[in-house]
Nanobody, 113 residues
Framework: VQLQASGGGLVQPGGSLRLSCVAS????????MGWYRQAPGRLRELVAT???????NYRDSGEGRFTISRDNAKNTVYLQMNSLVPEDTAVYYC????????WGQGTLVTVSS
């Protein structure tokens, strides 16, 4: 499975971004898709995931500001991020799980004035 993420960039505090990730080369049902992030000097952490039946899991700091959605037919996952703060600055990695885990290359989100 190859994961291609897009949608990162520079945004001012309080702004919004929408990340997208498309999976290709899928041989098995993608059970979980989602997003992790890694800020400089920090460990990679969960942002949000969604199962193929729509169950979601959010990191506390993002719940209410971030919304994950998924188009199973297109093997695509989205992350709508609102009310962004500088602490959201990180490389955001797309994640998928079929019979094992797969990671995308990451897309940089910078929240700064």
């Amino acid at each position: 499975v190859q994961l291609q993420a897009s949608g990162g960039g520079l945004v001012q505090p309080g702004g919004s971004l929408r990340l997208s990730c498309v999976a290709s080369g899928v041989m098995f049902r993608i059970r979980v898709m989602g997003w992790y992030r890694q800020a400089p000097g920090r460990l990679r952490e969960l942002v949000a995931t969604m199962t193929s039946d729509g169950s979601t899991n959010y990191r506390d700091s993002g719940e209410g500001r971030f919304t994950i959605s998924r188009d199973n037919a297109k093997n695509t996952v989205y992350l709508q991020m609102n009310s962004l703060v500088p602490e959201d600055t990180a490389v955001y990695y797309c994640y998928a799980y079929t019979v094992r885990s797969f990671w995308g290359q990451g897309t940089l989100v910078t929240v700064s004035s």
